[in-house]
């Protein structure tokens, strides 16, 4: 009953926030009508999409989708990406635009020059955006918080093994664990979106692994990766919304490629786990600031 009902929110506050700027079309797109990956459209799609790589060689289809990847690929980037002593091609496909930059599929969106701003940000979109972004962001912490708990358990069995290496993380990652009562609303929308484009590069790492090592949480990766994309979109509506746009981009090589082609499958396991429970600890960050930010939003009805 509680998913359903936060659900039912999250549309009404869609809808709500679609119909107030549905005269501007620069500021009309809510998640429920816009793209949110460019390659795919729904959970479904994604995986299909994913599973399309992964070769069989009983299947002549298989084959030749797998021709028309490779002969997509300059000769010479092909065989940079080409890992030694019979590994597989480099996971890092730099092969097409991140979908992170642009999660709501909207080139007007995606950054550029400054928007212009609507006269005033009212008290009541403010607060529809804070529900917006909390709704989707507790949705993307629950899934992550499942599948690391999912991966933990079907990878590694020892039930002392998070605390064994609770200290390890990815220098490459960003640590969410800034102030909640010090952070403005301008950069509660700035840096959740900065820092979870960190983790979408490697989510896409991760995603990768499931492919080529025939992993058996590509699914749950997939969720996971359509979930974020879904909370960086929100996040990028309220930007817009209230005249800003990102800082920057961050592109694939903040993940430096030593971290990537890992040979060994318990140092590439252990990798992808740091990933994944640092982006549920993170996306909590995310739950625990907008809802703090929506409940400092007085009512209409209690206003003088």
């Given at each position: 009953m509680i998913i359903m009902k936060q659900k039912q929110e999250s549309s009404d506050i869609d809808q709500h926030l679609a119909a107030t700027y549905s005269s501007s079309s620069s500021l009309s797109s809510s998640s429920a009508s816009s793209p949110h990956l460019k390659s795919c459209t729904n959970r479904v799609h994604?995986?299909?999409?994913?599973?399309?790589?992964?070769m069989d060689g009983s299947s002549s289809s298989s084959?030749?989708?797998?021709?028309?990847?490779?002969?997509?690929?300059?000769?010479?980037?092909?065989?940079?990406?080409?890992?030694?002593?019979?590994?597989?091609?480099s996971r890092n496909l730099d092969v097409s635009a991140?979908?992170?930059?642009?999660?709501?599929?909207?080139?007007?969106?995606?950054?550029?020059?400054?928007?212009?701003?609507?006269?005033?940000?009212?008290?009541?979109?403010?607060?529809?955006?804070?529900?917006?972004?909390?709704?989707?962001?507790?949705?993307?912490?629950?899934?992550?918080?499942?599948?690391?708990n999912l991966f933990v358990n079907e990878t590694f069995g020892d039930p002392e093994?998070?605390?064994?290496?609770?200290?390890?993380?990815?220098?490459?990652?960003?640590?969410?664990?800034?102030?909640?009562?010090?952070?403005?609303?301008?950069?509660?929308?700035?840096?959740?979106?900065?820092?979870?484009?960190?983790?979408?590069?490697?989510?896409?790492?991760?995603?990768?692994?499931?492919i080529f090592y025939s992993g058996r949480h590509l699914d749950h990766v997939n969720d996971m990766e359509f979930d974020l994309i879904q909370l960086l979109c929100?996040?990028?509506?309220?930007?817009h919304i209230?005249?800003?746009?990102?800082?920057?981009?961050?592109?694939?090589?903040?993940?430096?490629?030593?971290?990537?082609?890992?040979?060994?499958?318990s140092l590439r396991n252990l990798r992808d786990y740091l990933i994944i429970r640092d982006l549920a600890h993170c996306t909590n960050h995310v739950v625990q600031l907008f809802d703090r930010l929506k409940n400092s939003i007085t009512p209409a009805s209690q206003q003088s």
């Open positions: 994604c995986r299909s999409i994913n599973r399309s790589l992964i084959l030749f989708i797998i021709s028309l990847f490779i002969a997509s690929l300059s000769l010479s980037n092909f065989l940079a990406a080409a890992a030694p002593f019979g590994e597989p091609a991140p979908s992170w930059t642009n999660p709501c599929g909207n080139p007007t969106m995606g950054g550029g020059s400054r928007p212009s701003a609507p006269p005033s940000a009212s008290q009541e979109i403010l607060s529809l955006l804070f529900h917006s972004v909390y709704n989707r962001a507790l949705k993307a912490a629950k899934q992550a918080l499942e599948v690391k093994f998070e605390l064994g290496v609770q200290h390890l993380r990815q220098d490459w990652l960003p640590q969410c664990n800034t102030d909640l009562d010090q952070t403005r609303v301008e950069d509660a929308f700035l840096n959740s979106f900065e820092k979870l484009q960190y983790f979408a590069v490697g989510l896409e790492q991760v995603r990768l692994d499931q929100k996040l990028l509506h309220g930007m209230q005249g800003n746009r990102p800082r920057s981009h961050i592109s694939r090589q903040v993940m430096a490629q030593s971290y990537r082609d890992l040979r060994d499958p």
